[in-house]
């Protein structure tokens, strides 16, 4: 547990020197969160709510879910792939640090880091402009901090996993970029799912990807309170579970095969 | 001009057969390129469902826009990738532009022949399957000129994102690494009018209206071709300004170029 916090730390600090990326980045996700916001804005047209959010709740939506666009990276992660590909996995690999461990420790601080920086002044830079919705009960921020804590362990887990195929082919970035792409409607980072017909919802509800986006959006919104917010938890927990899992076996069968090319 | 041609045939030649390796790989990433891209326009129509339409807009007419953008974007992807701001940076990096500076050749046409992304084929399929649907929809009275504006729009766009991408790379030879926000005007631009200008808070609208120009591009092609009226009453004669506003920018991202060239000092490695 020393080693992963000695990780996650090293992680935060190398984060914290790329200032000049993160402004610019900032400045991105602003544009596209003032483009996403006037999209919304068009779609109400004028009506107070639609599917139980109002104007506000989705000007809200769009700048949350571009505060956290970096927090939970789901939209393209390749570094465990290159170093598979550059040969560090050996090194990697002989580190006295179970595996999986090892590459969350390094998410973690690149987690953090964003979120702090870019996360927090996207929001800032929100309220600035609009008038936004805030969670208010005590419970509500207990259950956000749970809930943006779990999304980022699925979508890592979800991360790593996609990232094994390189341990298969020496070309995976096209398998990676079907399986982070599907993730931007699918997580309900497009569009909160609630807007969508209930056939759809359902579909992507036996995906893990609501769990990375539309669980943080619901509960911050307040949709989500009693037994349905505690569902929607440990819905999180459990896919958690499924990913890791799954990503141990895949691991495994991976092992088995992976040659590392002298050098 | 003959001599050009063929070396610029011959280059994309050599592309195409090298990405043609792995056809199974290749195919494979095109269709999920389209399939990822089309999963928003998708989701958008889903949604619309519970809104009706957009901005007064219907889905059919948002479609328009939508499509045709991502069809232009894809072609001008498709062939000036080389200058794409990203890749171009990489190359100013390492020193490979050198490379192209010595050889007996235009550099632009080098640079126009170095990278032919077939993959982005995906993006082509996914905007015309969606323009071609908005067309079928729409129920347009088609009259000559129409039919001979709209190529003209789709040929200007190529022109226009073409221009951005080269301003984009020439800024690389004084700041070497890319800078991400030229990445709001190329992507951030196209995705800007994918939707009808007038949802847009009013800074925003005129900025990609006066200064970048991205609103003649597509919106106005668009009022004019769905005989629909302009909110913002300009003249009559704006659609006229789509060629003048797409190959405006891509001539004077050359002139720009061909300065950059003059003034391009290596790094060195």
Redesign the interface.
């Known amino acids: 547990m020393h080693l992963f916090w000695a990780i996650t730390q090293r992680s935060f600090q190398r984060h914290l020197t790329y200032r000049?990326?993160t402004v610019?980045?900032l400045?991105?996700n602003l544009?596209?969160g003032?483009?996403r916001a006037?999209?919304l804005?068009?779609?109400?047209?004028a009506?107070p709510e639609?599917?139980g959010i109002t104007v506000q709740e989705a000007i809200t939506y769009t700048g949350l879910t571009q505060a956290i666009i970096t927090y939970i990276s789901i939209f393209g992660w390749y570094d465990l792939m290159q170093s598979v590909y550059d040969g560090d996995v050996a090194v990697d690999l002989l580190k006295p640090m179970n595996y999986f461990a090892f590459w969350l420790a390094q998410d973690v601080g690149r987690a953090v880091i964003n979120l702090l920086l870019r996360g927090l002044t996207i929001m800032l830079i929100y309220a600035l402009i609009f008038n936004l919705t805030w969670p208010t009960a005590p419970v509500q921020w207990l259950a956000l901090v749970s809930a943006l804590a779990l999304a980022l362990l699925v979508s890592f887990a979800w991360r790593f996993l996609v990232n094994l195929a390189a341990f298969w082919t020496p070309?995976a970035r096209?398998i990676g970029?079907?399986a982070f792409?599907?993730t931007?409607?699918?997580s309900g980072f497009?569009?909160p799912l609630r807007?969508?017909?209930d056939w759809?919802v359902t579909l992507c509800q036996l995906t893990p990807f609501p769990a990375m986006v539309n669980t943080v959006v619901e509960i911050y919104l307040g949709l989500l309170t009693g037994p349905a917010l505690l569902h929607a938890l440990l819905q999180q927990v459990l896919w958690l579970a499924i990913l890791i899992i799954a990503g141990h076996l895949v691991l495994r069968a991976g092992l088995q095969r992976l040659v590392i090319q002298g050098g | 001009m003959w001599f050009t041609v063929n070396i610029y045939r011959r280059l994309i030649a050599v592309q195409l057969k090298a990405q043609l390796q792995y056809r199974a790989a290749f195919l494979l990433e095109i269709a999920a390129a389209a399939i990822t891209l089309f999963m928003f326009f998708g989701a958008l129509a889903l949604v619309f469902h519970r809104f009706g339409q957009l901005g007064g807009w219907s889905l059919a007419e948002v479609a328009f826009l939508w499509g045709l953008v991502e069809l232009a974007f894809g072609l001008m992807d498709l062939t000036f990738s080389g200058f794409d701001p990203g890749d171009f940076g990489q190359r100013v990096r390492k020193g490979s532009f050198d490379q192209i500076l010595l050889r007996p050749l235009s550099p632009t046409l080098q640079l126009l022949g170095a990278d032919f992304p077939v993959r982005r084929l995906g993006r082509i399929i996914q905007g015309g399957v969606i323009l071609w649907i908005a067309l079928a929809l729409l129920d347009l009275t088609w009259t000559p000129l129409k039919l001979a504006y709209l190529p003209l729009v789709l040929v200007s766009q190529i022109g226009f994102f073409g221009g951005l991408f080269i301003i984009g790379a020439t800024i690389t030879f004084w700041t070497v690494e890319s800078i991400e926000a030229i990445n709001i005007f190329t992507y951030g631009g196209s995705e800007l009018i994918a939707y009808p200008m007038h949802i847009y808070p009013a800074g925003l609208r005129r900025f990609f209206t006066y200064i970048i120009p991205a609103a003649f591009l597509n919106y106005y092609p668009a009022l004019f071709l769905l005989d629909k009226p302009d909110p913002f009453h300009l003249p009559a004669w704006t659609p006229c300004l789509t060629p003048v506003a797409g190959f405006g920018l891509l001539g004077l991202a050359l002139l720009f170029w061909r300065f950059g060239i003059r003034y391009y000092q290596s790094t060195g490695t």
Request: aromatic share 26%; proline share 3%.
């Open positions: 000049a990326a610019a980045g400045v991105t544009f596209f003032l483009l006037a999209v804005i068009a779609l109400y047209n009506r639609v599917a070309n096209g970029r079907f792409g599907i931007w409607v699918l497009y569009m807007y969508f017909p759809f």
